[in-house]
């Protein structure tokens, strides 16, 4: 992996670490993570979006893996 990669790959870990962090302040406590017939039948705290900062990073490297 050459150094641009590495730096790219952070750069979008961080932006997305700041775009939740800024989402954070204006959602509710919870979030309904499933809706059925009878409104949301599964719900988790908004702290849960913190699980998905690292995705676009590791779709950026998982894409450049496929390219070589």
């Given at each position: 992996m050459s150094k641009k990669?590495?730096?790219i790959m952070i750069i979008l870990t961080v932006v997305t670490l700041f775009g939740v962090l800024a989402a954070l302040f204006f959602l509710p406590d919870t979030i309904p993570l499933h809706f059925g017939v009878k409104g949301a039948s599964s719900v988790a705290s908004k702290y849960c979006l913190l699980l998905f900062v690292?995705?676009?990073a590791i779709l950026y490297w998982a894409i450049c893996r496929k390219t070589k």
């Open positions: 990669q590495k730096s690292p995705v676009p």
